[in-house]
């Protein structure tokens, strides 16, 4: 019975288990079947973003192709546009050049027609020259021969005559200089007006920073000054060469002041020209009240005692005016009081009586004519004015006006005042300067060289490339007809255009 219990026991337990396996079996194959049905949805939605995804990324790289397309089509029409304009520049110049040459060639035939119709004319000019001298050549040249050595002992007797004549001139003005001396009673030094000035280097090797690359810094300041910077072999050392003090004072400030600084190029050159004609200015003003101090005179206009400066950077005939009219000066008030004269007169009319110098390159008119109306704009009585501009007169009106020639002449005639020699040479340079100044279109002009060149500078807007071959050419010829000069001299003219643009 317990066996068959134990049995039936076994079995049901068998049936069950096989029943619960049966069961679990099918659950798991149930749960796999559902992972396996969301696995497949998954993975088909995962499809799905990954296809509009790569749908997107090609949209996006076909809409950056075409924008390239289309850039490189802008670029190609704009390079074919400008492609097409300089083929259009390029024909233009080869008509204009095949113009130039056909005309060229037109002149070279009219000028050949032209040599024979010269060569034509002269052969018949010739034919009835002979025809009405009724001489051949031989005759001809005999006779021109005859004619020239005539004329040459006309001028050989006139050169002995004028030679004789300048001779007994300066005998004559010899002595009245030992007469001078005699009367002499205002002792004075006189110091020869020099037209170079040295500016000493700490190192040979600021000549080069002097000249900057390819000459710009030296051009630079010889251009803003108007003087000649002469770099030579001379050790640590460069010359500053002009005939106007001015000019070469500035030029000389402005070298030292660089070569101080170290820092040499154009910008920071017309800075520092800028800042030393202020300077100069102020000195200017302050060397004409130092004069107007030690002659003695109060009351004069501010404006005038700066001209009375300005003709410190002044002279005539070697001699420097501002210390010429100090003089002056000086020897109005002795004479007046010897002879009973104004002597505060006399003596503020000697003061001024070459003031229309420190204008008379600016202004029309000859010195006396400038300095009667400088003086009268700032108030100076009449009878001081006629006194101080009738130096030149030969019956000067009043005593007063008679002393002060005296006492320029005394002044001008003492030995070792005045060199005739260098006064000629320094009004030659100014002629040369006035030649170029006057034609239209003209900024600068400036004689350098000892007056063997003229620098003229020209305005760029107003005077062209071609405008500027036949201005050099009219000044050459201009200065061949009024002036007289030895030897050559060199007219260059330079038209500089200058363009500057600011990176921000």
């Known amino acids: 019975m317990n066996y068959i219990t134990i049995a039936l026991i076994a079995i049901i337990s068998l049936v069950a288990g096989w029943i619960i396996r049966m ?9 796999a079947e559902k992972k396996a049905k969301k696995l497949l949805t998954e993975a088909k939605v ?76 002269y052969q018949k000019a010739r034919e009835k020259l002979q025809e009405i001298a009724e001489m051949d050549k031989e005759e001809a040249k005999k006779a021109l021969m005859e ?31 030992m007469m001078t001396n005699v009367v002499e009673r205002c002792a004075s030094s006189h110091v020869t007006e020099v037209t170079t000035s040295t500016v000493s280097l700490p190192s040979d090797e600021m000549k080069g920073r002097i000249i900057g690359r390819e000459g710009r810094n030296i051009n630079v300041l010889e251009k803003l000054t108007g003087a ?31 070569v101080l600084d170290g820092r040499i190029q154009p910008a920071r050159i017309e800075r520092v020209i800028k800042k030393t004609k202020k300077e ?10 130092e004069a107007v101090y030690n002659v003695g005179i109060a009351g004069l206009d501010s404006k005038l005692i700066k001209l009375l ?16 009219s100090i003089e002056v000066a ?27 110098k420190a204008l008379d390159h600016e202004i029309q008119g000859t010195h006396p004519e400038i300095g009667r109306d400088i003086c009268k704009k700032h108030g100076i009585p009449d009878d001081v004015v006629e006194a101080a501009m009738s130096h030149h007169d030969d019956h000067p009106g009043t005593l007063e006006g008679v002393i002060v020639k ?95 643009e600011y990176a921000k």
């Open 23 to 31: 069961f679990m079996a099918k659950y798991f194959v149930r749960s």
């Open 46 to 121: 995962k499809r799905q973003e990954i296809f509009f995804e790569a749908r997107e990324k090609a949209l996006k790289v076909v809409e950056e192709a075409k924008e390239e397309e289309k850039k490189r089509r802008s670029e190609l029409k704009d390079l074919e546009a400008k492609l097409e304009k300089r083929q259009e520049r390029f024909e233009k110049k080869i008509l204009e050049l095949e113009e130039r040459r056909a005309k060229v060639s037109q002149k070279e035939n009219d000028l050949e027609e032209v040599k024979e119709k010269i060569k034509s004319l």
């Open 147 to 177: 004619n020239v050595e005539k004329k040459i002992e006309d001028d050989i007797l006139g050169r002995i005559k004028k030679l004789e004549k300048e001779g007994s001139e300066k005998i004559e003005r010899k002595a009245k200089e």
């Open 228 to 258: 000649e910077i002469i770099v030579d072999d001379t050790p640590e050392a460069v010359t500053v060469s002009a005939f106007n003090p001015i000019r070469r004072r500035l030029a000389k400030l402005t070298l030292e002041k660089l």
């Open 280 to 289: 100069l200015a102020e000195d200017i003003r302050e060397t004409g009240e």
């Open 309 to 324: 400066g300005r003709l410190k950077f002044r002279s005539s005939y070697g001699q420097n005016v501002l210390q010429h």
């Open 330 to 356: 000086n020897l109005s008030a002795m004479l007046a009081s010897e002879l009973g004269g104004n002597v505060a007169k006399s003596k503020k009319a000697g003061l001024l009586h070459d003031i229309g």
């Open 406 to 500: 005296v006492a320029d002449a005394l002044s001008g005639g003492r030995p070792g005042a005045r060199r005739d020699d260098r006064g000629a040479y320094v009004k030659r340079l100014e002629e040369l300067e006035e030649v170029a100044n006057n034609y239209e279109g003209t900024k600068k002009a400036y004689a350098i060289q000892a007056g063997r060149e003229l620098r003229v500078f020209v305005k760029p807007e107003e005077i062209s490339d071609a405008k500027a071959h036949k201005l050099a050419r009219e000044i050459s010829d201009q200065i061949e007809k009024e002036l007289k000069y030895p030897g050559e001299i060199k007219v260059t003219v330079i038209r500089e255009n200058r363009v500057v």
